[in-house]
């Protein structure tokens, strides 16, 4: 059985950091496209940032230059280091991945105070 299990969300004031941590198991996800998407309340889901299997990464212009997108490859681990982290970056973050088919995390909360 698949699951993606994300941890890390929580309350931080705004310009602080986060880190979010995504553990797939179930497949072998080494070749996986993987990444982060949010969805803030009364908002479409939206993409925050991808990692391919061979580390090429994209990123939400929006968060460009604050946020980072890495992966541990024999853990089956994507992580998303969020710095100066905004009012507006405020959302349930939800980790997936695809091999074929489509797998989504179940969601953490990202809550910046201004």
């Known amino acids: 059985q698949v699951q993606l299990v994300e941890s890390g969300g929580g309350l931080v004031q705004s310009g602080g950091s986060l880190r979010l941590s995504c553990a797939a198991s179930?497949?072998?996800?080494?070749?996986?496209?993987m990444g982060w998407y949010r969805q803030a309340p009364g908002k479409q889901r939206e993409l925050v940032a991808t990692?391919?299997?061979?580390?090429?990464?994209n990123y939400k212009d929006s968060v460009k230059g604050r946020f980072t997108i890495s992966r541990d490859i024999p853990k089956n681990t994507v992580y998303l280091q969020m710095n100066s982290l905004k009012p507006e970056d405020t959302a349930v973050y939800y980790c997936?991945?695809?091999?074929?088919?489509?797998?989504w995390g179940q969601g953490t909360q990202v809550t910046v105070s201004s």
């Open positions: 997936y991945a695809t091999l074929g088919l489509g797998y």
């Open positions: 179930g497949r072998d996800f080494s070749t996986a496209l």
């Open positions: 990692i391919s299997g061979g580390g090429y990464t």
